[in-house]
């Protein structure tokens, strides 16, 4: 049985199909990308999955449990953690409150002195441990994204979600964020990630998805998906347009 | 959680000043000095209480005189009945919680401002209705006024603030402490971290409105008269909402050092200048805000900061 199966999702905000009849399925260990320009639905169906929006249509399962629709802390109870795109740690905590949030409410729910333990051991493989008593607000975007991705982990996830963890960073952090990443697949981390940077995620799936206008359009290796004519389409013929319009 | 030696050492200072001003009726001092007290320490405990929801949830409740007014209603009621002042002020504090998470179901659901606003609304529908059913003075019996006992109340009013004292540092240091704070940082990132939201929100609640309850009935029971609305006037509200701000919201020691703050200025002030010194008060208000959003607890760690720096200068 697969660790996620998204059957048949829709979204609409008034008019506009956001996500549309979207289906795919993602196996435990696996990394699964999902691409596609600029307004195709990836948000959309992250939060979907995620528990921040709900579905007009269809089902996601974890574990063979129905999530949709649940509120997003049941959603993180049930095992499905996440970071934003544009990223949000409680800026007003510490570091290590940080993490300790996402191990005292997530699935793990230790004992506090277990939490603390573990959220230091956290801060420790990301590199953010000499900031453990800080606040967060003063740590830098890549550190910020290092401390979403430990409040994440932090939370026992058994589904990772990143929603584009690479934009905004230069390439030297872009490189070190995709070795976080590749770390997590190792070590047996299942994961869906969004991603703007289509050579980092081509680097790092061995299978991606492509949304337009909501839809699926494509869904396998990523030599493949590069190849298609669906996709190319999408992406080539709006920027050729936009040349010629130029 | 880190920061809980830091809160525990302030609820250690707190209760060990608390615990020194038990021995001032004993010095037998003038009734003027212990009413005086008296209003510092309900002053203490409305502030902190108000500090519970909007320190550390980050909800900005305008309808705290809304529970104030109904714990003070119904300890008058039960205790001029004849009850036990603390049965009476429990039944209060009770009712005062109940009524909360009626309303706090519902107006959980607004946001921000609108959450404001829409609690600010319930305290004044309360007043008015309040008013309007009871419009008589409310005055004890001549036996209950002859065997007042002053004395009884400041003890009262004592253990109250070191209860709201203890329940705030308890509070801060604690898993549900932090999940509240997650809540004010940013709720949808604390609700996708596995925080439930509306339930932190409606616990916090709950334990600030038993306390603004509690702190009702000890109005109630010390008072000899007053108009049964008059609890529910929204300056109980503001008032907490000044000295929290005043002292440092979201702290454990702000709450009750912007209450020493105010009631001492407010004396002050109220006998030099009777009518503008709520002018006064607005003003400070509005440089607190604006200069100072941390209050005094904040303006304390920036000197601190100053004098350190200039310290490693020299």
Known sequence: MPLLEVERLSKGFGGVRAVSDVSFALDEGELLGIMGPNGSGKTTLFNLIAGALSPDAGRIRLAGRDIAGRPAHEVCAAGVARTFQLVRPFAGLTVLENVLVGRLYGRARTTTSEAVTEARRLLRVLGLEPRAGEPAARLTLIDRKRLELARALATSPRLLLLDEFMAGLNPVETATAMELVRDLVAGGMTVLMVEHIVWALMDLARRIIVLSAGEKIADGPPAAVAADPNVVDVYLGAAVERRTRA | ?314
Do not use: C
């Open chain 2, 1 to 314: 959680m880190t920061a809980g030696g830091h809160e525990r050492r302030w609820a250690i200072v707190i209760l060990a000043a608390l615990a020194l001003l038990a021995l001032l009726p004993l010095t037998a001092p003038r009734d003027d000095v212990l009413n005086f007290v008296f209003l510092i320490l309900l002053a203490i405990t409305l502030a902190e209480s108000w500090n519970i929801v909007a320190g550390y949830a980050g909800q900005v409740n305008l309808g705290h005189a809304a529970f104030f007014g109904l714990g003070a209603l119904v300890t008058r009621m039960l205790w001029t009945e004849g009850a036990p002042v603390l049965l009476a002020m429990a039944a209060g504090a009770g009712t005062a919680t109940l009524f909360a998470l009626v309303i706090g179901v519902a107006a959980f659901r607004l946001r921000g401002a609108y959450f404001a606003i829409g609690t600010l609304a319930l305290g004044e529908i309360l007043r008015t209705t309040v008013g309007n059913v009871l419009p008589e003075i409310s005055t004890l019996p001549a036996a209950t006024i002859a065997s007042y006992r002053l004395t009884q109340r400041f003890y009262l009013a004592l253990g109250l603030a070191a209860v709201s004292v203890l329940a705030v540092a308890a509070l801060a240091t604690s898993r549900l402490g932090l999940g509240m704070r997650a809540i004010r940082e940013d709720e949808e990132a604390a609700e996708s971290s596995g925080v439930g939201a509306l339930s932190l929100k409606l616990t916090a609640l709950a334990l600030s409105t038993a306390l603004a309850g509690l702190a009702g009935g000890l109005f109630a029971y010390y008072h000899i008269s007053y108009y049964p609305s008059h609890p529910f006037g929204p300056h109980w509200t503001f008032d907490a909402l000044l000295m929290t701000f005043i002292g440092g919201v979201g702290t454990l020691q702000g709450p009750v050092l912007g209450a020493i703050l105010y009631i001492v200025l407010k004396e002050y002030l109220a006998l030099r200048w009777v009518d503008i010194h709520l002018l006064i008060f607005g003003a400070l208000f509005v440089g607190i805000v604006l200069l100072l959003p941390g209050g005094l607890v904040q303006a304390a760690e920036r000197a601190r900061g100053v004098l350190g720096g200039a310290r490693r200068a020299a």
